[in-house]
């Protein structure tokens, strides 16, 4: 009898994990994102950003180097531990005890021994279900924060994005200047000619028409000065992005990032809605808060801390301590506050999943109308363009046209260029803002079919 009465409480306080099937899952997709923290911060190698550097080489880094998503993902790992804290049974301390008894006779010292076991009455043992349930809310809150990373990471992959491809442009759009400038110099060396021709004493309108050239032509330069040092703090902010130094040289490709090919719409639009992170951690809060209900309603159950003594071979002892519900008024108002959190969030759920429904469509719609005035620039202002230039450039072969209305030509194809490179930069930036409202990369997304052509423009030539 001894002997199976040990046993059985050896068992009993052995302990064991009641973690939900799902949790398995949780803590591989855990340790799959949290490789490249595996080692401290100041030991880690980050890759060395190539020249030129392209987005994907800038993303990369940004990824790897970004504290705050390393925070998202440390978070992330402090909920999954504590869902095995709150699935592991039992879930009091045990309480050992020993007694003496002093007497007269001639009992045996080891009749003289009381010994006993029993859970610590200052936190009642739970009902296995009670573990079970915590477990499961716990996972619930695990998951928010598996959710909660996923944001942080689409978050800081659309600001390095937009980070490179406005530095992209801006560098495009300080060469289409310059070309602009030395057109302008030309002009100037034009009516600075028409001046000499005129004599010491001619040429009045003259003298007002170069003039004028001089000061747009230094207006040009005023602005490719400050276009250089608007550069220079895009880089300077990038660098901080990429945990370089802020005077860390980023060189670029010469040409714009060809465009990244995306599915049709109706694809778009399914996967903006139904693989949002923000969606999916506020369904997991709807779940954990279900949970919660569930589990202030079972505190209508009794909890039971089991005892267990014997002394020497006299006796032996069994017996139960069982904890009462007795507080209904804190558990009915405990219940009700779970109930009115659910809803909560529901009504949150319900409320994020419109505006981010809205809110994606409208993002595609002006990703498509940057594509529309893209190819409607391409296809149609700048042949015109190219045109105007090429009969300018004829008729001033022909002598039947001046100088500065052939550079006015050329200045408009110019600033054609750039209209279509801006186009091209917002549909990117556009796209980069689609994957952080439905965070999936829109390479992941199969099939693809391309909806923009990916020929690398050339300014006009």
């Known amino acids: 009898m001894r002997v199976l009465l040990i046993t059985g409480l050896a068992l009993l306080f052995a302990g064991c994990m009641m973690k939900p099937k799902e949790t398995h899952q949780l803590d591989q997709e855990l340790q799959e994102a ?76 080891w009749d003289r021994v009381t010994t006993s076991a029993a859970f610590d009455p200052s936190t009642p043992l739970k009902m296995p279900s009670k573990i079970r349930k915590g477990g499961e809310a716990a996972l619930a809150s695990a998951q928010q924060a598996a959710q909660s990373f996923a944001a942080a990471k689409f978050r800081i992959q659309r600001q390095a994005l937009t980070s490179y491809y406005d530095l992209a442009l801006m560098q495009d759009q300080i060469r289409l200047m310059r070309q602009n400038l030395e057109l302008q110099k030309l002009t100037v060396q034009n009516v600075r000619s028409r001046v000499q021709a005129g004599g010491a004493g001619g040429g009045g309108a003259a003298q007002q028409d170069m003039l004028r050239a001089q000061l747009a032509a230094r207006v040009m330069e005023n602005e490719i000065a400050t276009m250089q040092s608007q550069a220079k703090a895009m880089r300077t902010m990038l660098n901080g992005m990429m945990a370089r130094p802020t005077d860390a040289p980023i060189e670029l490709p010469e040409t714009l990032p060809d465009p990244r090919p995306i599915p049709a719409d109706d694809q778009l639009i399914a996967m903006g809605v139904d693989t949002s992170p923000e969606i999916k951690r506020l369904a997991a809060q709807v779940k954990g808060r279900q949970d919660a209900i569930d589990l202030a309603k079972m505190q209508y159950l009794p909890d039971i801390s089991p005892t267990a003594a014997f002394t020497g071979s006299v006796s032996q002892t069994i017996g139960a301590m069982i904890v009462l519900p007795t507080t209904i008024p804190m558990i009915e108002a405990s219940i009700k506050e779970a109930q009115a959190m659910r809803e909560a969030s529901e009504s949150m759920l319900r409320q994020t999943r419109q505006d981010k429904a809205a809110n994606f469509v409208a993002t595609l719609y002006a990703l498509r109308n940057a594509e529309r005035q893209e190819a409607f620039y391409r296809d149609n202002i700048l042949p015109v363009t190219r045109q105007v230039l090429q009969a300018a450039r004829q008729d001033y072969t022909a002598g039947r046209l001046g100088l500065g209305e052939l550079l006015d030509a050329q200045r408009m194809l110019i600033d054609v260029n750039r209209s279509i490179d801006q186009f091209r ?37």
Request: aromatic content about 8%; charged content about 25%; proline content about 7%.
């Open 425 to 461: 930069i917002d549909r990117e930036k556009r796209l980069a803002e689609l994957e952080e409202i439905a965070g999936m990369d829109v390479e992941a997304i199969r099939p693809v079919a391309t909806t923009v052509p990916t020929t690398t423009m050339t300014n006009g030539k």
């Open 34 to 109: 949290g490789k490249p923290y595996q080692k401290p911060f100041a030991q880690r190698q980050l890759p060395e950003l190539p020249s030129p550097a392209t987005w994907q080489d800038v993303l990369q880094r940004s990824l790897l180097a970004n504290g705050e998503l390393e925070a998202a993902y440390d978070e992330w790992r402090a909920a999954e531990e504590r869902i095995g804290a709150a699935s592991y049974w039992p879930n009091s301390n045990v309480s050992l005890g020993f007694e003496y008894m002093f007497s007269g006779g001639s009992v045996k010292t």
